[in-house]
């Protein structure tokens, strides 16, 4: 099958991306789905920092590649071995496929999983598997109509993909497209972090520290879970009054040079629970200081892996801290997914309203640019 797709050929190209055009839009072709896999048409796809750090270097990945990992989408065909799905399903996209029986999976843990993790890291789907080539264009191989890479086991800015089984979920089909994709990443990693690693408590104080899509997700979780005090930290006055308008109690600029003294006087000492969904390691730096005594700070905003934090290790005895990493929100996928759904159907976590631009396929490189100035929370590519 041949259709269209965002091809990445070269990483740190400069901004604004409309002009240097990281994202080329080709003709490429997919091989039928084997064993385990399934055939899908990609419906809706976010734009994520995720997919940016792909794009401006952060985090590295095998050249060429097709990006984009947060979808929905419709299933087509089955391949062999697949029986838990029919043609016309609905399902989410999942960034980390799990195998189910490495030691990850078996405990409970599948956003760890090692064969996942691998297979990622290679560019390939789960088992080493890479469906896409070229058609026009140079592959892996540097020949024309080589082999792609597939970012994330999804390669999901496109019209098609072949997935692993193992990263789809089915979800409710009455849900929207274009709001069902948010929960491929946005959600269950904002949300996760605070329902799954932090366990958030009602009644205690919280606060989100980087309101792209996943930290305003992390902003509504903390409110349906019962948060009395949620505070939400941005560079942008614009994602400020965003927050106000979701319920954050109340708002402060982290550009503000007394901006954690601010926060722990209005908090009296600092909040219960942290989040980190900036990817950077200031951010990190800012949560762990404005989090009280016996607190928890998580993090998952994933800067440079170059990137290190000094903490002042005295602080994590004396006062008993934790800090927590968190990866796909600590998810369970097939039973997060669904209930995180229920929640947004009744009215918990009005995800809707995360949504920025509804874009085409061919405007990505524009819709870089927003989301590199941090002025768009969630842009969605619509397919059709």
């Not at 349906?224 to 009054?241: H, N, Q, R, T």
């Amino acid at each position: 099958m041949k259709f269209r797709a965002a091809v990445l050929r070269e990483m740190s190209l400069p901004m604004p991306y409309a002009d240097s055009r990281p994202l080329s839009i080709e003709e490429v072709e997919v091989a039928p789905p084997g064993r385990g896999e399934i055939l899908v048409r990609i419906r809706a796809a976010g734009l994520c920092h995720s997919d940016l750090s792909a794009i401006n270097g952060d985090r590295p990945w095998p050249m060429p590649i097709v990006p984009g990992h947060e979808a929905a989408a419709e299933v087509l065909e089955l391949g062999d071995g697949v029986t838990d799905l029919a043609v016309g399903d609905h399902v989410a996209l999942i960034f980390r496929p799990n195998c189910g029986t490495c030691p990850s999976c078996a405990s409970g843990r599948p956003a760890l999983c090692v064969p996942g993790g691998e297979s990622n890291a290679a560019g390939s789907l789960l088992g080493g598997y890479k469906r896409l080539r070229a058609v026009a264009g140079t592959g892996i191989d540097g020949k024309p109509g080589g082999t792609l890479n597939h970012h994330l086991g999804c390669a999901a800015f496109a019209e098609y993909a072949v997935v692993s089984r193992r990263s789809a979920v089915k979800i409710d089909p009455t849900l929207p497209w274009d709001e069902a994709a948010l929960f491929g990443c946005a959600v269950i990693t904002g949300a996760g972090a605070v329902v799954n690693t932090a366990k958030v408590e009602a009644g205690t104080k919280v606060a989100v520290v980087g309101l792209g899509g996943v930290g305003f997700s992390s902003l509504l979780a903390a409110k349906a879970v019962g948060a009395v005090e949620v505070i939400a930290v941005d560079m942008l006055d614009a994602k400020l009054d965003k927050a106000r308008e979701l319920g954050a109690t109340q708002c402060f600029n982290a550009g503000d040079p007394a901006v954690i003294d601010r926060i722990k006087a209005a908090t009296g000492g600092g909040v219960d629970y942290a989040f980190e969904m900036a990817g950077s390691v200031k951010a990190l730096e800012l949560a762990y200081r404005i989090t009280a005594r016996g607190g928890t700070t998580v993090t998952a905003g994933l800067p440079n892996p170059a990137h290190k934090w000094e903490m002042q290790a005295v602080t994590l005895i004396a006062e008993e801290r934790t800090v927590k990493g968190s990866y796909v929100g600590s998810c369970v996928p097939s039973r997060d997914i669904p209930r995180f759904i229920a929640m947004y159907k009744a009215g918990l976590l009005p995800v809707d309203k995360l949504l920025s631009e509804r874009i085409r396929l061919d405007d990505i490189n524009g819709a870089l640019d927003r989301l590199a100035r941090g002025e768009s929370i969630r842009q969605v590519i619509m397919m059709d």
